[in-house]
């Protein structure tokens, strides 16, 4: 690939604000100006980096990677050099965490909102139903969550146009990278040190990032809160697991910091192993759970069988704090993030009307496919919309051409499956000169990326103990693609410079 620049596929728009951004404004640093020779003493120093500090992945190519930690290691895939990001917008998305971190709890109070607002999409998809059938169980044995723990991920992308900061989606379950995102700012801050006259960045303007640290901080509360000083954190794993490291960050510094231990189970083996005292107690493999944090069970493919299901409703049922609960799971999907968008829903969960018109400036065009208008809209300029399935871990959305033939396919067939979905506003980041690293290539690219703010949420009945902002994550991917997924391929871990 080399320096290779991929032509944005993606549309005309892309490429002529692209345009018109080079004439107005220089990018803040080129990147792809910098010397070559500097170019490759700085991959070198940070792929030596990279792995003297666990900013790591399982190598998929490596058969057990995904199984025995220590076997087939890669660096996780990097920008060379932290993105560009104006200091305003990064206030605001800090500013907006604890915020919907409230409007999450708040939320998660109002079974009869979820169900409602799900009903429709209840009758066409069946994972949903899934969840949904453990939350009406919850409801019906008027389960009380008192200790609730959430440790989300809101994600934005900067329009271009308007200049505003637009949310993307706010996960509520399985929120990745707490673990290596701070290791990438730590990774740039130090080839800044190093590096950062020649180019002329100072690594001060790199925001500290403590991810990893508040993500433990949180849970080790959570277990605190629970007060069961023989109990672990147990890890909801897949089976095969090539972002082990970010996960065992965070175990570690939860033994390291808290002495809180933590076992990895999978939904298959809490379903062998798992009971419910009558007192609601937890016990896997007859250790007693006190936190239940899942990184695993957010994907139909989590389910291959009944097993899995009763193991998620079994965790559900005991008193073990769940993170997140089948409540705030709901809470964190596709089709509840649209509802809250339209007028004055808010309201309803918040009082502060400071608090609601900041969330409500980040929201971007969300629409059900109810709207017949929108739907017209979208057939006729399908590359201004992505549409959206309730599902998490990327790859599962529509866009270009592929909104057009879905939308008009489901309008042909006339049935309900037009529920499973929501249609957003296509948000266009400015696209600038980068520098990826994959598996020890460097290639110089034009990218877009993604800022992920970390949220960390605990109480206990009336009494909120935990409320913060708890770090970041960037991730850019180069423009020409659609989606990007750290994992799935396209995208890199990156950190922001404020601009
Ligand atoms: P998931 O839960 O699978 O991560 P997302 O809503 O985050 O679902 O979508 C996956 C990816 O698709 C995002 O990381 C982003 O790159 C892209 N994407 C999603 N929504 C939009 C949008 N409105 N505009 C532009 N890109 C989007
Ligand atoms: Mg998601
Ligand atoms: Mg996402």
Excluded at 7 to 20: D, F, I, L, W
Excluded at 113 to 138: C, P
Excluded at 321 to 337: D, E, F, M, R, W
Aim: charged share 25%; hydrophobic share 40%.
């Amino acid at each position: 690939l080399g320096s290779k620049i991929v032509p944005s596929k993606c549309c005309a728009k892309v490429r002529e604000m692209e345009t018109q951004e080079r004439i107005l404004q220089k990018p803040l640093i080129d990147f792809h100006g910098i010397d070559e020779e500097l170019v490759q003493k700085m991959v070198y120093d940070a792929l030596v980096w990279s792995s003297l500090h666990g900013l790591v992945v399982g190598d998929k190519s490596v058969q057990r990677s995904g199984k025995v930690p220590g076997v087939g290691l890669v660096h996780a895939p990097f920008a060379l050099l932290p993105m560009a990001f104006p200091e305003s917008q990064w206030n605001l998305a800090c500013e907006v965490a604890p915020i919907f971190n409230e409007l999450i709890d708040r939320v998660s109070l109002d079974g009869k909102f979820l169900q409602d607002a799900l009903s429709r999409t209840k009758k066409v998809d069946a994972f949903t139903s899934g969840l949904l059938d453990i939350h009406s169980k919850m409801l019906e044995i008027n389960k009380k969550e008192e200790i609730r723990l959430g440790l989300h991920r809101s994600d934005y992308m900067l329009d271009e146009q308007t200049k505003l900061l637009l949310q993307i989606e706010l996960n509520t379950i399985s929120a990745s990278f707490p673990g290596l995102g701070c290791r990438v700012s730590e990774l740039h801050r130090s080839l800044l040190n190093y590096h950062g006259e020649h180019i002329g960045l100072d690594p001060r303007r790199i925001p500290g990032n403590t991810s990893v640290d508040k993500f433990a901080e949180a849970l080790a509360k959570a277990w605190t809160e629970h007060n069961r000083p023989r109990a672990l954190v147990m890890v909801v794993v897949q089976p095969e697991e090539c972002n082990m490291y970010d996960q065992h960050w965070l175990c570690a510094a939860l033994k390291d910091r808290h002495n809180v231990t933590t076992i990895r189970k999978t939904l298959a083996e809490i379903d062998k192993e798992g009971e419910i005292l009558p007192d609601g107690t937890l016990l896997v493999g007859g250790q007693e759970i006190s936190v239940v944090y899942f990184r695993a069970g957010y994907a139909p493919t989590d389910y291959p069988s009944e097993a899995e299901w009763r193991a998620r409703l079994l965790m559900e049922q005991s008193s073990a704090v769940k993170c997140p609960s089948i409540s705030y799971h709901l809470a964190g999907t596709k089709k509840i993030q649209q509802e809250l968008a339209k007028p004055n829903m808010l309201e309803r969960f918040l009082e502060n009307k400071e608090d609601i018109s900041k969330l409500q400036k980040c929201f971007a065009g969300l629409w059900s496919l109810e709207d017949s208008d929108i739907i017209k809209k979208a057939i006729e300029r399908p590359e201004l919309f992505v549409m959206k399935p309730q599902r998490e871990g990327g790859g599962n959305n529509f866009y270009g051409d592929d909104v057009r033939t879905n939308l008009v396919r489901l309008q042909k067939e006339g049935t309900q499956e037009d529920a499973a979905y929501i249609l957003m506003q296509r948000i266009f980041p400015t696209v600038s000169p980068t520098i990826l690293v994959r598996e020890g290539i460097c290639h110089k690219d034009h990218a877009i990326s993604e800022l992920g703010v970390y949220g960390a949420y605990l109480r206990n009945k009336e009494k909120v103990i935990v409320n913060e902002q708890c770090g970041y994550l960037m991730r850019t991917k180069v423009s020409s693609s659609n989606e990007g997924g750290v994992a799935a391929g396209f995208a890199v871990l990156d950190s922001i410079y404020l601009s």
